[in-house]
T-cell receptor, first 116, second 116 residues
Framework: NAGVMQNPRHLVRRRGQEARLRCSPV?????VYWYRQLPEEGLKFMVY????????ESGMPKERFSAEFPKEGPSILRIQQVVRGDSAAYFC??????????????FGSGTRLTVV | AQTVTQSQPEMSVQEAETVTLSCTYD???????LFWYKQPPSRQMILVIR??????QNATENRFSVNFQKAAKSFSLKISDSQLGDAAMYFC?????????????FGKGTHLIIQP
């Protein structure tokens, strides 16, 4: 029973390139959350998705960032034209239900993005 | 907006002793959840303990217990009989109880060092 799987674990991109981060939730979980962790900081909420729907993207930067959770396949966080300030660890979490869950979430191990 | 404050960037404790990590939060909600997460060097976010605000009884999980003071908006974590494997970053987190499409709000973390 695999947990949340994120890949790649490490990603290096040059400034201006695109970064694609993938997240496969726990089997049966239909709610996915993305968080960003800057160095020496806690995790910051970015976006909450259900299958094919963005429910809350209040934490997403207005430009260059997008997220999707298609009917089939993993959730994708895409960062276009990356800049040095995008360097961070990006975490995905999933849950079986959204607002009714009291158990926090199951987190993946994160993708560390380094922009050079 | 909710905020979570962890005032101790780093704590150190001798193996087998007890340590308490502090967390305060600010919210206008009456019902919510509080969590402590552990993040070892592997980066995996591991749920340690959770507390529902409507429950007066403090949550306990083996060597981990909380002191939840709702009026003071305080949620400290006590680790008894500290072990080397407890060394990690510890994050306090808050989540609204209902209507909360938004995710967890995290503190900046406390780095716990275990001295052998």
């Amino acid at each position: 029973n695999a947990g949340v799987m994120q890949n790649p674990r490490h990603l290096v991109r040059r400034r201006g390139q695109e970064a694609r981060l993938r997240c496969s939730p726990v089997k049966g979980h239909s709610h996915v959350y993305w968080y960003r962790q800057l160095p020496e900081e806690g995790l910051k909420f970015m976006v909450y998705l259900q299958k094919e729907n963005i429910i809350d993207e209040s934490g997403m930067p207005k430009e260059r960032f997008s997220a999707e959770f298609p009917k089939e396949g993993p959730s994708i966080l895409r960062i276009q034209q990356v800049v040095r300030g995008d360097s961070a660890a990006y975490f995905c979490a999933s849950s079986a239900s959204g607002t009714l869950s009291s158990y926090g979430y199951t987190f993946g191990s994160g993708t560390r993005l380094t922009v050079v | 907006a909710q905020t979570v404050t962890q005032s101790q960037p780093e704590m150190s404790v001798q193996e087998a002793e007890t340590v308490t990590l502090s967390c305060t939060y600010d919210t206008s909600e009456s019902d919510y959840y509080l969590f402590w997460y552990k993040q070892p060097p592997s980066r995996q976010m591991i749920l340690v303990i959770r507390q529902e605000a409507y429950k007066q009884q403090n949550a306990t999980e083996n060597r981990f217990s909380v002191n939840f003071q709702k009026a003071a908006k305080s949620f400290s974590l006590k680790i008894s009989d500290s072990q080397l494997g407890d060394a990690a970053m510890y994050f306090c987190a808050y989540r609204r109880y209902r209507g909360g499409a938004d995710g967890l709000t995290f503190g900046k973390g406390t780095h716990l060092i275990i001295q052998p």
